[in-house]
């Protein structure tokens, strides 16, 4: 298994973002780290954290127009916190799909060798942001608590199970409680996302996590799901 994980939602499911920031804070407390805006809908992580669209996803494709070296990713990062870089993207759709598409399957494949969080918007079919779903260790899927987000969410997972994905199922606060979502899902477990908007508005300026974040809610939350995630590293190597 490698270090790439990915974070999709179903239509409607809110928290996406804030769990991608968060998973990419707590592995950056831990490792070098880094967290990709890859929705094709449009970025929102740069606005989020106050930073510029550029340099970031669309800079880096139009660098790699005719070959992708691994060593160029680095001058299309920003420094979100000491050890976390933020390869951020526009709010227009056209020009991320337009970007996925020029650096292909192999930018995916570049990203695994990091710890990498990717935060892919929505899953489609035909999506460009398809080949990091396939290249990941895991791909969360954050569902919403009601009946249209369990309909929903049952169509998403048929899609990842089709792309081969290993996927674990993450339920917004609110509605129906976690256990309920995962057996309408017939899935063996939910992870209960708490609603927390202190802790997530915390997140894009915290530098390291200090004392106060690490025993916020969502943080515990996010921390048990990546000593999960290593110890799935570690067992595989």
Known sequence: MNGLV???GTKGAPGTTTLSLALAAVFADRYSSVLLD???DGGTLAARCGLP???GLVSLAADARHALEPSAIGRHTQLLQPRLELIA???SSGQIQGALRTLGSGFAQIMTTDRTIVDIGRLRPGSPSVPFVTAASLTVLVVSPTVDGVAHARDQLGQLETLGARTSVAVAAGGYPPSEVAAALEVDHAIALPLDRRAALSLPGAG???RWLRRT????TV???ADQLDQDVEVAA
Do not use: F, G, Q, Y
């Open 208 to 210: 390291r996590l200090d």
């Open 53 to 55: 669209a550029s340099p």
């Open 89 to 91: 993207a526009p709010p």
């Open 38 to 40: 890859a929705d094709p």
């Open 217 to 220: 809610a969502l943080v515990r």
């Open 223 to 225: 921390v048990d799901l």
């Open 6 to 8: 990915c974070v999709t």
